[in-house]
């Protein structure tokens, strides 16, 4: 399943660190929250694109397949 040495590599940092937290999703989030903080220019900036909201009485159209 894990043939990628990159995957099988992140993987296993991801359950070392789960451990050292006892698998406590609370202290997981407050460990990423505080990681972000140190390093923000690690962070994917995504920028939230605004819905267009039909207008009353139209149809949508459906989505090209």
Known sequence: ???D???REVHR???ESAREMDYNIHKI???MRENE???PGRMAAITPQ???QAKPGTVPRKAAK
Request: avoid cysteine; hydrophobic fraction near 40%; charge should be positive.
């Open 50 to 52: 605004p819905v267009l």
């Open 1 to 3: 399943m894990h043939s």
């Open 13 to 15: 940092m991801k359950d």
């Open 37 to 39: 903080k140190k390093h």
């Open 5 to 7: 040495p990159i995957l």
């Open 29 to 31: 989030f407050r460990r």
